[in-house]
């Protein structure tokens, strides 16, 4: 099966089709990733939450979170996660990287990996 994806080309230049394998995406640092790497890295994540200890838990879609709340994002990225593989199994990746940048931004900023882990979790 074949996707056709549309891209910017340079600048704001011009838009132009590129035609991949709808078993291979890509991540928003231009790596190329396949469904299984994918699954992979959202299984990696769950088992670093769960081996800290982190419970699932959503949070209000209006919660604002306070410099000291790591814990109550960490949880809500738990639950994403586990959201996430349904989104894998359900081919919806625009939305699953959606979510993977806020997992790793939230990941970044209480200090569990630091940017350039990431880029090579995206690399795996």
Known sequence: MLVVYQFRGGLLKSWFDVTIRAS???????????????????????EKLQGMHIPRRSLSLTAVLGPDSAGAALAHCHQMLTEMQVFLAEDRMDKLFRWLGFVQGCFWSAGLFTIDEMREHNRS
């Open 24 to 46: 291979t995406v890509f991540d928003f640092w231009g790596s190329r990733m396949t469904k299984e790497q994918i699954g992979a890295l959202l299984r990696l994540y769950l």
